[in-house]
C-alpha cells in the first residue's frame, strides 16, 4: 500500500509500505476514504531529528472494514468506520472513567508497529472499542464533518469541557487553527454568550465569527490581553482556551483571564517551564486541559454532525490526494493552508 512517511523536518515522502495484516484477534484492517493533516502534525514537521527509518503519519482517519479479527464482534467487514486519534479498549478503568487518552492498552498511530492514518490501509488494535460505526454511506458529503470527530472537533470540545464554559459565559479562545475554531463551536454549543477568537489571518476569524465567535482580536501579547480585557468589562473572560502550545499564548491566557476563572491548555506544548508563581496563586486561577479523549465525545457529537446543527467540517479548505501529502505539508507549515483534508 502507499503510506506517508516523515523521514526528518521537511522531509515527508509517500512510499510504498507492507499491506497492513491482522495480528491479534482485537485487530481491524481499515481502508482508509478520508483522513487528513493535523496541526500537531507540524512540529515534527519543523523539528524531527533525521532518521533513515521514518515514521508513518497521521492519525485521523474514517474508512471501511475490510478485515477483522476473531475477538472483533462489535464491527464487520462493510462498515464505515472513524477513529479517534488515540486506539483504546474502552473498557479499562481509564476508559471507563472517560480518558480513552490514558487506556492502559491504547497507543498511538504510527508507533510501535501500527500504521499512521495517512495512508491506504490502517490496522486498528483494539478495533471494538477503538472504531465507531458511522450511520452514513461512504459517498455521503457529511464525511468531511464526521472525520473531525477523528480529533479536532473532540479537542476543540475538550477545550470547552475541561474549562467548565456554561450558558452566559465570557470565552477566549487563543489561536485560529483548526483546533481554536473548533473550540469556538464547541463554546457556542454549550451556551457562552460572548466567544473572542484571537487571530490574525482574516479567513480564519472570518469563519470563526461564523462557528459564533461574537469578537475577534488580532492583536498579540500585552496588547491582546488589553484587548481582550477591554472586550469583557476591563477583567478578563471567565474561561480562556489556549489552542496553539507557546510560552507567549500561555502568558497571554494568564493575562486575559479574570481572577477565579479557568484556562484549559488544548495546544501540545513547546516550552517546559510556565507562569506559576506567587502572583498566579494568589489569582486562583484553575490550570487545566491536555490531551482530549476524543473516544469519549464521539457519540454525544455525532447526532450534532448528522443533523447540521454544526458544520466542522468547514475547517477542511483544500483536498489533496496522497501523493500530494508533502505538499499539504508545506501548505499548512506556511500557513496557505487551514487544514488539508486527504482522498487516498
Known amino acids: 500500500m502507499r503510506a506517508a512517511v516523515m523521514y526528518g523536518a521537511g522531509d515527508v515522502r509517500v512510499q510504498d509500505r507492507p499491506d497492513p495484516k491482522i495480528r491479534q484477534p482485537t485487530d481491524a484492517i481499515v481502508r482508509v476514504v478520508l483522513s487528513c493533516v493535523c496541526g500537531s502534525d507540524l512540529w515534527p514537521f519543523k523539528s524531527m531529528p533525521a ?22 464482534t462489535r464491527l464487520k467487514a462493510g ?18 472513567r472517560g480518558l480513552q487518552s490514558s487506556c492502559r492498552h491504547g497507543g498511538r498511530y504510527g508507533l510501535d508497529g501500527v500504521d499512521g492514518g495517512q495512508g491506504e490501509a490502517v490496522r486498528v488494535p483494539h478495533a471494538d472499542g477503538t472504531l465507531v460505526k458511522l450511520p452514513v454511506g461512504e459517498d455521503s ?88 480585557r477591554e472586550l469583557t468589562g476591563g477583567d478578563g473572560a471567565d474561561r480562556v482556551i489556549e489552542a496553539v502550545g507557546t510560552r507567549q499564548t500561555l502568558d497571554t491566557a494568564f493575562g486575559a483571564v479574570i481572577d ?18 506567587f502572583e498566579m496563586i494568589m489569582r486562583n486561577i484553575t490550570l487545566t486541559g491536555g490531551a482530549s479523549p476524543t473516544r469519549a465525545y464521539i457519540e454525544e457529537l455525532m447526532p450534532d454532525v448528522l443533523n447540521g446543527t454544526i458544520d466542522p467540517g468547514r475547517v477542511f479548505d483544500r483536498t489533496v490526494g496522497l501523493d500530494q501529502v508533502p505538499d499539504a505539508y508545506r501548505a499548512m507549515a506556511d500557513r496557505r493552508a487551514l487544514k488539508v483534508l486527504i482522498r487516498p
Open 51 to 72: 532518521t533513515d527509518t521514518g515514521r508513518p503519519m497521521g492519525h485521523e482517519f474514517l474508512g471501511v472494514i475490510e478485515e477483522t479479527g476473531s475477538g472483533v
Open 79 to 96: 462498515d464505515l468506520v472513524v477513529t479517534p486519534f488515540a486506539y483504546c479498549d474502552n473498557t479499562c478503568d481509564f476508559c471507563r
Open 141 to 228: 458529503p457529511l464525511l468531511p464533518s464526521l472525520l473531525t470527530l477523528s480529533d479536532v472537533l473532540g479537542t476543540g470540545h475538550h477545550g470547552a469541557v475541561t474549562a467548565g464554559v456554561e450558558p452566559g459565559d465570557s470565552v477566549l479562545v487563543i489561536g485560529d487553527g483548526a483546533v481554536g475554531l473548533s473550540a469556538v463551536i464547541a463554546a457556542k454549543r454549550l451556551g457562552a454568550e460572548q466567544i473572542i477568537l484571537m487571530g490574525r489571518h482574516t479567513d480564519r476569524t472570518d469563519l470563526g465569527r461564523d462557528f459564533g465567535a461574537t469578537d475577534v482580536v488580532a492583536e498579540r501579547g500585552e496588547e491582546g490581553v488589553a484587548r481582550a
Open 260 to 277: 477565579g476563572g479557568t484556562i484549559s491548555r488544548l495546544g501540545v506544548p513547546q516550552f517546559t517551564d510556565g507562569p506559576m508563581g
